[in-house]
């Protein structure tokens, strides 16, 4: 495959190079899309970390397939831009995703027999095979020989079977992926949709033959028309997590409905509750497969829940008991408020005191329905639902639970007609005294004028302090520790100054922006595109920077700085965080900062930011040198008629020219459609700027020529300038006389994708002058917001990230400039003048001598 386009590439380069540089074109806008989505995609994914957006895991998983198929176009792009160069980056892009999609990796899902087991036959480390429910009291029984109604568990193999054998799993990662928990309406729909799926749904018949086979069996034992309890015991319920009251219990089912009872406990694993709770506890669908109880029905006589700690004084070695008449729904659901019985924990039971409440209902069996509620008899409804001889042999249950465990215990029981106890459940109890599950953020009423209102929250926080103004790069090394930096962009170059910032504050940007990412990865406070920060915000001002509620006030805001942000963070030691947090370590780092070192390099990759990160500089690098390849000898090319005195020839490669006829060789500046050509084009014609008896001719090439003995017209393509055109690309080579300029830039309707590459070198003069007018130009371009490189006669430039309106000034800018300073190296005598002079173009004037004669005005 890679021979095959080697050939095609070497083809187009000798046959068709016109061809060829419409293909690099096409390459270069599809990475440049790529490349945007790679960062909003890694901004999602950031934003979820380090924000603890509540999501499902699926949401990740999917992102996570986007972003690396992003990423891999990206490099394909990459190659097909430039395919003898960078061959071994696809391997290390290879290597990164391996590692990220091991760390997101499911769950292994099981779907083999066995499909059900009794309780009395559950190994010890079955928790991922029957769920801590049916674990809990299978041990319970076989351990401290507690008694329990008999029955059997339907394992979690069966419910992935399920899935399996009705073709689910598509459909249940796809709408989980989709789901908002924060919306009750997308909450409920995607509930809805997810339950109906399972009740569609067929029970494998291999799993049908299990449990009706498990059931015929508790028959054998109760041949008395066995009526059962289908209850939920799903992997990580009844443990460190307890999904209390989450999943669907159905009672007093009988054998014809079992089936269909199976289906609506699974199916109440999708339920909205269930979702919310599982979500908010960073718990993925695969790590949370359903097993179902199915226990004998006991018509109970009075039924409860036992505390082995006391909540109202935890200090205390007191135990309580919760009990009500009939089944205990009514309990559990907060229908029925319950009788009191607090027992000491000591080797002897003592029972302290007990409360009897009015219990006016009960839940019993029913002939018509599974269950109903009745009425209590005035005699019972103020009478005790427990003696104080069962309360003691319950009080025994909970000390030794508790003590099995290791941990106080919520327990469940019943009472049946004959006055026999029955353990129904054990499991962790949750006491409250950690801490809330709630969020909580106050803030005082806040008097300090607001400076700045709006932009977008790229990175979470607050932060305080002076603020300084960055004007170029160059000033980062001047930057205090605790500085609000204030700026025109928020470049990736500012990780350079990451520990020292308080906070940072842009007039332009993007949450999906390099620095949005790694502002997030080290916390920073964050506001992007606030359109007036650097005019709002002083020099040495000291500001409060309140990134969530996108405000930046006057002044050191201290009860801001105080406020507690958030008492418990759910999401924080859950197995999606766990996960989320490997997998980022290999997605947003940036370890390529600077283009010019050693490191930057596809072996230097060691995330996927940095793999993004190489293709977009090289691929910008790739098409800064482009109209080098002499675009007035490719096929499709045409002369450009101007005004100005220059020889030039441009090529469309998409949308730059109007239409005309395929055979017309010459065309006129009003035939251009390019929005960059034109605006540079709109400079170079400024009325102000004098071109005299100036010409396009190169002289620098045309004395290699001579003193190689050649003969050749002035006229010749070769001391031509040129320009690869789009509707809004731009790659102009101009020459003018002994120096030339390079301009690259993407001046489109998205400000992210928008810059300006120039670069300047040459000149007629000595050495000296041509750096006076490279200073000149240096100051320039600072003013209007370059980054600028200077390096003696040579100048780079850099803009990025603006608005269409404003990138179409500074091109037109640029223009005036390239023009103005055509020749200034023959007449800038010393650095005296070149402040002078940079102070005058700055106001208006673009000619600053007479060719030829050296003068100044």
Not at 69 to 97: C, G, H
Not at 795 to 815: N, P, Q, S, Y
Request: contains cysteine.
């Amino acid at each position: 495959m890679f021979i095959t386009s080697l050939f095609k590439h070497w083809t187009y380069q000798v046959f068709a190079p016109g061809a060829m540089l419409r293909k690099k074109y096409e390459a270069f806008k599809s990475l440049l899309r790529y490349d945007k989505r790679c960062h909003e995609l890694m901004a999602e994914l950031e934003e979820i970390y380090y924000d603890r957006i509540k999501v499902d895991f699926k949401a990740i998983e999917y992102k996570y397939k986007e972003l690396s198929r992003s990423v891999s176009n990206l490099v394909d792009d990459l190659a097909r831009m430039a395919p003898t160069r960078y061959l071994t980056l696809r391997d290390y892009f290879k290597k990164i995703d391996f590692y990220i999609r091991f760390r997101l990796a499911p769950a292994e899902c099981d779907f083999s027999p066995p499909f059900t087991l009794p309780l009395d036959e559950i190994p010890l480390d079955a928790d991922t095979l029957v769920g801590g429910k049916a674990r809990n009291l299978s041990l319970a029984a076989r351990h401290l020989r507690l008694p329990i109604p008999k029955g059997f568990v339907v394992t979690t193999n069966a419910f992935n079977y399920l899935i399996e054998y009705n073709n689910l799993r598509e459909a249940i990662d796809e709408k989980l992926s989709g789901i908002d928990i924060k919306s009750t309406t997308s909450l409920n729909i995607i509930s809805h949709e997810l339950v109906d799926l399972f009740k569609k749904a067929r029970v494998p018949p291999a799993v049908e033959e299990a449990i009706m086979s498990s059931f015929h069996a508790l028959q054998v034992v109760d041949s008395k028309g066995l009526k059962v309890a289908i209850r939920s015991s799903a992997v990580a319920e009844d443990t460190a997590l307890s999904f209390a009251g989450q999943y669907q219990t159905v009672l007093n089912v009988e054998e014809d409905k079992i089936l269909d009872s199976y289906k609506e406990v699974i199916a109440s694993k999708y339920g909205p509750r269930a979702l919310y709770y599982r979500i908010n506890h960073g718990l993925s669908d695969m790590e949370t497969p359903m097993a179902v109880l199915v226990l004998e029905m006991i018509k109970a006589k009075a039924s409860g829940v036992i505390y082995t700690q006391d909540l109202d004084d935890p200090e205390s070695n007191n135990l309580t008991i919760h009990s009500i008449w009939g089944l205990g729904e009514l309990l559990v659901s907060g229908e029925i408020s319950p009788d009191i019985i607090k027992v000491a924990k000591e080797e002897k039971p003592r029972i302290l005191w007990k409360t009897t409440c009015v219990k006016p209902e009960e839940m019993v069996f029913s002939e018509h329905n599974p269950t109903e509620i009745i009425p209590v008899g005035d005699d019972k409804k103020r009478a005790p639902s427990l003696d104080d001889a069962p309360a003691l042999i319950l009080a025994g249950w909970g000390i030794r639970l508790e003590a099995f465990y290791k941990q106080p215990q919520d327990i469940e029981w019943c009472m049946d007609q004959e006055g026999r106890l029955f353990l129904l459940q054990s499991r962790p109890l949750r006491t409250g005294h950690a801490g809330s599950d709630a969020f909580e953020y106050t803030i005082e009423e806040i008097k300090n004028p607001i400076l700045v209102s709006g932009g977008e929250r790229a990175s979470s926080g607050i932060g305080a302090g002076k603020v300084f103004m960055i004007h170029t790069e160059a000033d980062l090394r001047d930057v205090p520790k605790g500085a609000v930096l204030v700026g025109r962009n928020p470049s990736p170059r500012y990780v350079e100054v990451m520990g020292k910032l308080s906070a940072v504050v842009t007039d332009v940007g993007s949450t999906a922006g390099h620095f949005a990412s790694v502002a997030r990865e080290f916390g920073v406070p964050t506001l992007v595109n606030t359109r007036f920060a650097t005019a709002k915000l002083p020099h040495g001002r000291e500001v409060t920077v309140y990134a969530d509620g996108k405000v930046v006030y006057d002044g050191i805001v201290d009860s801001l700085l105080k406020a507690s942000r958030a008492r418990r963070d759910l999401l924080s030691e859950s197995p999606l965080v766990r996960k989320l947090k490997s997998a980022i370590s290999y997605i947003s780092p940036l370890n390529l900062v600077d283009p010019k070192a050693p490191n930057f390099a596809p072996e230097g990759c060691k995330t996927l930011n940095d793999i993004i990160r190489f293709c977009h500089e090289k691929a910008v690098q790739e098409m800064f040198y482009v109209s080098e390849r002499r675009v007035g000898r490719m096929g499709g090319a045409k002369k450009l008629l101007t005004r100005i005195p220059m020889l030039f020839y441009v090529l469309d490669v998409g949308g730059g020219l109007k239409e005309k006829p395929a055979d017309e060789k010459v065309v006129r500046i009003d035939d251009v459609a390019s929005a960059p050509m034109k605006a540079v084009f709109k400079g170079l014609s400024h009325p102000g700027i004098s071109w005299g008896d100036f010409t396009h001719f190169d002289w620098a090439e045309y004395d290699k020529m001579v003193m190689s003995g050649g003969v050749i017209s002035p006229d010749s393509q070769i001391f031509a300038s040129y320009a690869v055109l789009a509707d809004d690309y731009l790659n102009l080579n101009l020459r003018f006389g002994y120096h030339f300029v390079i301009l690259d830039t993407i001046c489109g309707d998205r400000p992210d994708e928008n810059y300006v590459l120039l670069r300047f070198s040459g000149g007629g003069a000595d050495f000296y002058k041509r750096s006076l007018r490279a200073e000149f130009l240096r100051r320039v371009l600072q003013h209007f917001g370059f980054n600028v490189n200077k390096k003696g006669e040579l100048v780079d430039a850099e803009l990025k990230m603006d608005d269409k309106k404003t990138m179409e000034d500074k091109l037109d800018m640029i223009g005036r400039l390239l023009g103005t300073t055509r020749l200034m190296d023959m007449y800038l005598k010393d650095a005296s003048m070149v402040e002078r002079f940079v102070q005058d173009f700055l106001k208006g004037r673009y000619h600053f001598g007479t060719v030829g004669k050296g003068s100044t005005k």
